[in-house]
């Protein structure tokens, strides 16, 4: 069984272009999380998906970030028009659903994203 | 508001010294508890969970922390360092009711392992 899978691992972006990151959650998990980690910090939580619902983004930043995670294929973090403060890792996280038991999350590799 | 509170950003043993990586939380529910290992450039890997069973929980690695309520706290103790135990750890809390079960992650703490 295939772990969590982010892609890419690594992204560089120029000032101004848009970045997407990918995730494709664990087989049979339908919940989605992302986190942001930025130097010497701890993680931050960004969004919360079900497939084509998303149930909290209170971590989202207002503007040029946004998510999702549609009904075929990965969930999408989309960030526009990136400025050097968006350079951190991006951690992907997923389970089963509110009725697990153990509410664990199981995390990908991140995606590490610098703007030049 | 959940918060998680990690003293010490960085603690040094030597081989064979006992672990102990200090968390404090506060939650307004019965929280669910979580630390989680990360070696250089990877991602999170659980270690233990706590989530209102025994309060003494034990993890991979020869890991185990304590849940103890009146002190608000869940360190995570190792009674023999080794020298592959050197990562970062990060304690988290979930609430355990609505808005799903987004974690709140401390700071973190490296640990280093000296011979």
């Known amino acids: 069984n295939a772990g969590v899978m982010q892609n890419p691992r690594h992204l560089v972006r120029r000032r101004g272009q848009e970045a997407r990151l990918r995730c494709s959650p664990m087989?049979?998990?339908?919940?989605v999380y992302w986190y942001r980690q930025l130097p010497e910090e701890g993680l931050k939580f960004m969004v919360y998906l079900q497939k084509e619902n998303i149930i909290d983004e209170s971590g989202m930043p207002k503007e040029r970030f946004s998510a999702e995670f549609p009904k075929e294929g990965p969930s999408i973090l989309r960030i526009q028009q990136v400025v050097r403060g968006d350079s951190a890792a991006y951690f992907c996280a997923s389970s089963p659903g509110r009725t697990s038991v153990s509410y664990e999350q199981y995390f990908g590799p991140g995606t590490r994203l610098t703007v030049t | 508001a959940q918060s998680v509170t990690q003293l010490g950003s960085h603690v040094s043993v030597s081989e064979g010294a006992l672990v102990l990586l200090r968390c404090n939380y506060s939650?307004?529910?019965?929280?669910?508890l979580f630390w989680y290992v990360q070696y250089p450039n990877q991602g999170l890997q659980l270690l233990l969970k706590?989530?209102?069973?025994?309060?003494l929980v034990k993890g991979i690695n020869g890991f185990e922390a304590e849940f103890k309520k009146s002190e608000t706290s869940f360190h995570l103790t190792k009674p023999s360092a080794h020298m592959s135990d050197a990562a970062e750890y990060f304690c988290?809390?979930?609430?355990?009711?609505?808005?799903?079960?987004?974690?709140?992650f401390g700071t973190g703490t490296q640990l280093k392992v000296e011979l």
């Open positions: 988290a809390v979930s609430e355990t009711g609505g808005g799903g079960n987004k974690l709140t």
């Open positions: 087989k049979g998990h339908s919940h």
């Open positions: 939650s307004s529910v019965p929280p669910y």
């Open positions: 706590y989530t209102s069973a025994a309060t």
